[in-house]
């Protein structure tokens, strides 16, 4: 039995070394994140000594104050290496959290979201960058889905120990959350370290720092505004999220007869499929054209998730609620296909000797696509009813219609002002 679990355990990390490597990497990183996550809310208020409203002002100068320098981060790893800047950021980041503990009061708060923001961001980037770089073009959106996987493990682990943490209702202990947050962090920046280095994969290394040292500017990921537009169209698509931690959650509790409990199953049966189903949902994605269809069936289960939850404002009982399960389970499909295609087209269409910079400009559009989501939708759904979700569904395939001339006008761009991408492509 135990041999059976530790050969299980080994498919789920991953196929290679290297790619469990990174997948123990990912649950190490999410633990961490998903213990602080978890206890923020009370952390803030009862011991840094917030206001709702203050947090939530914290949290709107830390988005706009990150988005503004998302692309000079993103060409952090550009200049001095993905794996540096992504070790560097994961150790500054684990120190962070220790701040916490010294922080009293709105101003400090501010500061410390900025600088969170500012460090996350471009330790996603190189991240993303590394992960680009390390594998072949065939491995490279397959990887990422058992990395993908792996964060939702570490994500349930860290909000069942903040759990612990919260249920002792302890200021002493609710202070040692991000205490144990940063020692995670800790651990995660020394596996970065660890990881094997690497330029780009299958790139003559001399070729593309001549390449970005004579190209200057004129290749700059903002001028390709076909990447830009599908950066902003993907954020679009990704606003599933909003169904699924928002929208429904909320529609279930104001507009139908289901029990609130089923909202604990509903965020189980999402983790569930994230860890077991992610990988499948990546299988065979490599060129922007399985990018681009995976997209278009990740917006058939986002337009069919609408659908299905909008008539449950009319059922009733058991009809209730295996409506408002099933409309959670095809939004996570929409989640894990759009997932997937994202990766793809972010492999497939970021110049190799620019990939941190293009990582900046994506988190940027994601950013521009969907932060207007969570009050929009909220409005839509809640109080237009039948017309507001219908609405929902015409701009998510809005977005998906226009992301497929951007994507071909990206692919354009790089093949006519970025020849050297051409050579180092596997």
Known sequence: ???????????????????????????????????????????FTAIVGLTASQVGLGLTVSGVATFLVAVPLGKLSDRYGAKRVWALSALVESLLYLV???????????????????????????????????????????SNAYFRAARNVGYTLGALLAGVALATDSDDVIRAVPVA??????LNAVL?????????????????????????????????????????????????????????PLWLVQETDAPRVLLAWLFGTNTVMAVLLQVAAARGITTVADSLRAERRGA??????????????????????????????????????????????????????????????????????????????????????TPGWLLIAAIVVAAVAVMHPAARSAERYLAARAPVAAVTRP
């Open 1 to 43: 039995m135990s041999r059976y679990l530790s050969e299980r355990v080994l498919r789920l990390a991953g196929p290679t070394p290297l790619v469990r490597r990174l997948s123990a990497q990912s649950v190490l990183s999410a633990f961490g994140d998903g213990v602080f996550l978890t206890g923020s809310a009370v952390f």
């Open 100 to 142: 916490w503990l010294a922080v009293g009061g709105l101003a400090p708060f501010m500061a410390m979201m900025v600088a969170l923001g500012w460090v996350q961001t471009a330790a996603r980037a190189s991240r993303n960058a590394y992960r680009f770089d390390v594998f072949p073009r065939e491995e490279r959106v397959r």
């Open 181 to 186: 947050t940063a020692v995670l962090l800790l």
């Open 192 to 248: 970065v370290t660890r990881l094997p280095s690497v330029v780009h994969h299958g790139e003559d290394a001399s070729v593309l720092e001549a390449a970005v040292e004579g190209a200057g500017d004129r290749r700059g990921a903002l001028r390709n505004r076909g990447f830009v537009l599908m950066s902003v169209c993907s954020g679009v698509l990704s606003t599933h999220q909003v169904l699924l931690n928002v929208v429904i």
């Open 300 to 385: 058939f289960f986002f337009v069919l998730s609408c659908g299905i939850v909008l008539v449950t404002h009319d059922t009733v009982g058991w009809v209730t609620i295996l409506l408002v399960w099933v409309g959670h389970v095809t939004v996570t499909g929409a989640e894990l296909l759009d997932s997937a295609g994202g990766w793809g087209l972010q492999a497939e269409l970021s110049d190799p000797s620019r990939r941190g910079e293009y990582q900046g400009v994506y988190q940027l559009g994601t950013t521009v696509g969907s932060v207007w989501a969570p009050a929009a939708y909220t409005f839509l759904a809640m109080e237009w009813g």
